[in-house]
């Protein structure tokens, strides 16, 4: 069954994402902009979200482990193989500007096997641009699928306990620091994909008492957002580097929770209708992943956001936000028409 408000919903978390990286390159200072970027930062737990959703409502019926992983490891893993050989090419020999140089390169690089360990550390962590580590803790994921089958098959009064036990660990242990850490985003991330996984379960259920509701869950999201700001004096996603240090608690992924819960009550009223912008946005969504944060790259290196510096923080980011939407857009289109069939093996779509 095919669900048009889900589609909508993903088309809303890829802007999401992309708008979260875009913020981060002006100055935010008033407490409405805080309270701003809160809102649309985190957007990778809606992300999540879905995935955890279309695993029960697409590929549970028929699962079958093998085929599964071979299809991701071919529209996921590979594009992100290709781009990741490309952006350490790029960044690393050419431009001479690695990324988290002092984490990775820790000595001077002369031999060839040692330019070799360096690519696998970029790829196994994902960092060679600011988006990527979520293929990493994706697939790790998909490989524990097994796991969210047995999920499935138990009482959802026992998922919904077992959600509630791991959501109070990752609000503890918050995001790992600069996502560098594959291992502890699994940690943080499962209760989510859980949650995608149980919401399609009782769908039905979901959607008719989320009817109505979306004044109250909007307003909830907000005031999350604004208490963030008054009790931590942060802005943005939680992140830490040890995972069993206390540092308060993630407020972001309860925001971001109502979020889903918001939107979906919002976009399942539009199930029926069409609405072309985002029908495209979500069936280019991956390609706009991939791409997006090259463009953040580029503009960066060659410091086109200091030459708009003089706008104020929320001007330049609305300025920006369409502009690296359109320009990943493009490029996308661009290697449809080169690579036929074969651009969803480089680019996801």
């Keep these: 069954m095919h669900l048009k408000s889900f589609e909508y919903f993903r088309s809303l978390a890829i802007l999401s994402i992309v708008a979260g990286h875009c913020y981060t390159y002006w100055a935010i200072e008033s407490f409405y902009e805080k309270v701003f970027a809160n809102l649309i930062t985190g957007g990778t737990i809606l992300f999540v979200f879905i995935s955890g ?23 996921v893993l590979l594009p992100y193989t290709l781009l990741t050989l490309a952006g350490v090419a790029c960044f690393v020999f050419y431009l001479d500007r690695p990324p988290y140089a002092e984490i990775f390169i820790t000595n001077q690089i002369n031999d060839w096997h040692q330019y ?37 098959q138990l009482p959802i009064k026992v998922q919904l306990w077992l959600f509630i036990f791991l959501l109070c660990i990752s609000s503890l242990i918050h995001r790992p620091a600069h996502n560098l850490s594959t291992f502890h985003s699994v940690i943080y991330f499962i209760p989510i994909y859980m949650l995608g996984i149980m919401c399609s379960i009782k769908r039905e259920q979901v959607f ?26 942060q802005y943005g996603s939680f992140h830490k580097e040890h995972l069993l240090s206390y540092e308060g608690i993630d407020l ?21 209708k069409q609405i072309p912008f985002l029908k495209y946005i979500a069936s280019t969504s991956f390609a706009i992943y991939f ?28 300025v920006t936000v369409p502009l690296v939407i359109a320009i990943s857009l493009a490029i996308a289109v ?16």
Excluded: E
């Excluded at 509701?213 to 931590?232: D, M, R, T």
């Excluded at 972001?252 to 009550?265: A, D, N, P, T």
């Design 53 to 75: 959703f279309f695993f029960h409502h697409v590929f549970y019926p028929k699962f079958q482990y093998q085929q599964f992983i071979f299809k991701k490891a071919k529209y």
């Design 116 to 152: 070799i360990w360096l690519c696998a550390q970029y790829w196994l962590v994902g960092n060679i641009l600011d988006a990527y580590w979520y293929v990493p803790f994706i697939m790790i994921i998909f490989v524990l699928s097994p796991l969210f089958i047995k999920q499935i």
């Design 208 to 233: 008719h008492f989320l009817k109505g509701k979306s004044f109250i869950l909007g307003l909830s999201v907000i005031l999350l957002s604004a208490a963030q700001i008054l009790i931590y004096k």
């Design 252 to 272: 972001i992924i309860f925001q971001k929770i109502l979020m889903c819960f918001f939107l979906l009550s919002v976009i399942q009223k539009f199930n029926d």
């Design 291 to 318: 791409i997006h944060p090259w463009i953040l790259y580029f503009f960066d290196y060659l410091s086109v956001f200091k030459r708009f510096n003089f706008l104020p923080g929320t001007l330049g980011f609305m």
């Design 334 to 349: 661009m290697f449809k028409w080169t690579l036929a069939n074969k651009s969803r093996l480089v680019i996801g779509w």
